[in-house]
């Protein structure tokens, strides 16, 4: 039997023994990354690091870190995936590379002073190899020489031991290992390649050496990194014998405080089982999304969103189980005293954490009862329906205008002996889904490479540059090709002739006088025939998806991007232009910098 503190103290502690400095975990909400709304993993804040970038702690590390990953937000709540999980993970920064990361991890797993695993019980993958890297035989050799039989070797392609953050940044092949799930022990042969589903991954050691700069280019970094990555509930869960981290002690203690507080005991009822793991692991992610020492409240935009998302499903959920009234404070207060000592910030912000959640849940009560009421009011006028169906749009509106779920519009309906179409409710939810989903994919998705602040600042700059150019030099003007860093910017447009200089005068005016303005950067998500019809400016020949962001500066410009940008123009600083040339015929190009 392993708790999870234990797991989490001799998890530092062994790497304490190997000379780590033991770092402490991030916020969840990232540090100068636009790109994403939570820290996804527990490489996540050390980019920067990985990128090279020396650290202030040295060049081994080891931490645990909290991570909210979301992914399709209306997907959350699968119970066999977490929203919030914990990741432990040791870092060498150009220190040490594949031979010592795996001789580290074996004699963590299996030593008897660490864990004490039956070797017998591990298998581990490698890379196969593809255009991009060589096969892994180098990890290969150094699992069998600390004792790893060649049949618990898996080599598998880069869909499996590949890993990077993002689209962009650092990234390489990796070695994972897998513990033994299923009856006895393995059978000879047996492995994640031949045997899928009896083997879990516990461990991920992810070899950074490749910087991806874009979808073609792959650079060598500085330096060979090594980013590990454990799972905390899931190797709790396999190394307890348990099949559910729901059965485990991260999780009990939450679910006998919702046992509680609706009376239902967890295990009579499968349907209901899963509302109880809803609420439970919607409850452990929200307290610590507010409790972060960056708290987030709820709201209608980004993270807070998200976690509006998360509270208003639990209660939902609650609502199934019978809740009628609040009760999220006593599950919530079960998981700031189960984690408070791993996470102090929990206990500080205990305060913050019960108000929002009280707030949020009565404001949501309330939604409920307008939702209601509405339903009422439009009921005499549904009755007079001789099919006793109502119009899925109908429907669609008490949950577009008043968030009112569609499972209570159709027990309020059954209760009048009607129904819903349901087909006709689909239909409008998921051209409303398709438009969401499209921003949350492209928020967490977002490069990590390029999210230092002064390429972004050049970034917004280009789309004034565009602008300013077309009000200069005509309509004629498009963008052809543009390439940032964090020193300069670089714009290609089409342009017949050399620029004069007096027209190059009044395009740098123009931009700085939009930069004085401190106009604010906004953004939206819409289908890519709407935002090409509100004007924006979109690349012409550029495949877009057909929903797209677009961002719109004060009233000065509107583009098809898929950002980021800062938050206002007053940030960039000045801008001057410090060349224009030819690029190639017919397009120019200018070289411009920020002071
Ligand atoms: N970055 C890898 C992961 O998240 C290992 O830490 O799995």
């Known amino acids: 039997m392993i708790t999870p503190d234990a797991l989490r103290s001799t998890y530092l502690e062994f790497f304490r023994t190997k000379d780590h400095a033991v770092i402490s975990g991030k916020s969840l909400i990232p540090e100068n990354d636009p790109t994403v709304l939570f820290t996804t993993a527990g490489m996540h804040p050390l980019v920067p690091y990985l990128l090279g970038e020396p650290h202030p702690a040295g060049k081994r590390l080891v931490d645990y870190q909290k991570c909210v990953r979301t992914g399709d937000i209306d997907e959350v709540g699968d119970p066999a995936h977490l929203t919030c999980f914990e990741m432990l993970g040791n870092w060498s920064l150009g220190d040490y590379f594949k031979k010592d990361s795996i001789a580290y991890s074996w004699e963590f797993l299996t030593s008897a002073d660490w864990l004490a695993l039956d070797p ?11 255009d991009n890297a060589p096969r892994d035989e180098e990890s290969a050799t150094h699992w069998k020489a600390v004792g790893v039989p060649d049949d618990r070797i898996a080599y598998l392609p880069a869909s499996d031991n590949w890993w990077a953050a993002g689209p ?38 992810v070899f950074m050496e490749y910087n991806r700069v874009d979808e073609k280019t792959l650079v060598k970094l500085p330096a060979q990194n090594v980013d590990t990555g454990m799972g905390l509930e899931r190797t709790v869960t396999v190394l307890n014998g348990k099949t559910s981290v729901y059965q485990t002690e991260i999780f009990q203690p939450v679910i006998a405080s919702i046992e509680s507080v609706s009376g239902y005991a967890y295990g009579s009822d499968p349907v209901k089982d899963s509302s109880v793991r809803i609420i439970a692991d919607h409850i452990r992610a929200s307290t610590f999304i507010i409790g972060d020492p960056k708290g987030v409240s709820p709201s209608n935009v980004g993270a807070g969103y998200v976690l509006r998302r998360l509270i208003r499903r639990a209660v939902r959920h609650g609502r199934k189980l019978g809740i009628e009234g609040s009760f999220l404070s006593a599950p919530a207060g079960v998981v700031v005293e189960r ?10 912000n205990r305060e913050r954490i019960m108000g929002d959640l009280e707030r949020e849940e009565a404001k949501f009560l309330e939604t409920l009862q307008k939702g209601e009421h509405e339903f009422e009011k439009m009921l005499p006028n549904l009755l007079r ?4 169906v109502m119009s899925g749009r109908l429907a669609f509106k008490l949950y577009d205008t008043y968030g009112f779920p569609i499972e209570l519009t159709e027990e309020l309906a059954a209760e009048n002996g009607m129904t819903i179409n349901r087909a006709e409710f689909d239909e409008a939810f998921k051209k409303h889904q398709e438009l969401s989903r499209a921003g949350a994919e ?42 940032i860093t964090a020193e300069r910017l670089r714009f290609d447009f089409s342009h017949p002739a050399p620029m004069t200089a007096d027209e190059i005068a009044r395009v740098q005016a123009i931009v700085n006088e939009q930069i004085g303005r401190n106009l604010p950067v906004t953004m939206e998500v819409m289908p890519l025939e709407d935002a090409r019809n509100s004007g924006a400016m979109a690349l012409f020949g ?25 938050e206002r123009t007053g940030v960039l600083g000045r801008f001057v232009i410090q060349k224009e040339q030819s690029s190639s015929a017919g397009v120019r190009r200018i070289r411009a910098v920020l002071e």
């Open 120 to 130: 017998r019980k591990l298998s581990v993958t490698v890379f196969m190899g593809d």
């Open 168 to 205: 962009t940044g650092p990234c390489g092949p990796d070695t994972e290992i897998f513990y033994w799930v299923g009856e006895g022990l393995p059978p000879a042969g047996s492995n994640k390649g031949t045997d899928p589903d009896n083997w879990m991954e516990i461990w991920n050691n």
């Open 339 to 348: 984690f408070g000592a791993a996470y102090p910030e929990l206990v500080e």
């Open 385 to 388: 329906n001789p099919q006793k």
């Open 442 to 483: 492209q928020t967490f998705k977002g490069g990590l490479a390029d999210q230092s602040e002064q390429t972004t600042k050049y970034h917004t700059t280009t789309h004034l540059l565009h602008k300013a150019l077309r009000m200069v030099l005509g309509d004629h003007v498009a963008q052809k090709g543009s390439n």
């Open 542 to 566: 550029e495949k877009y998806e057909s929903v797209v962001k677009v961002y719109t500066i004060g009233d000065f410009s509107k583009e098809v991007c898929g950002g980021p940008h800062v």
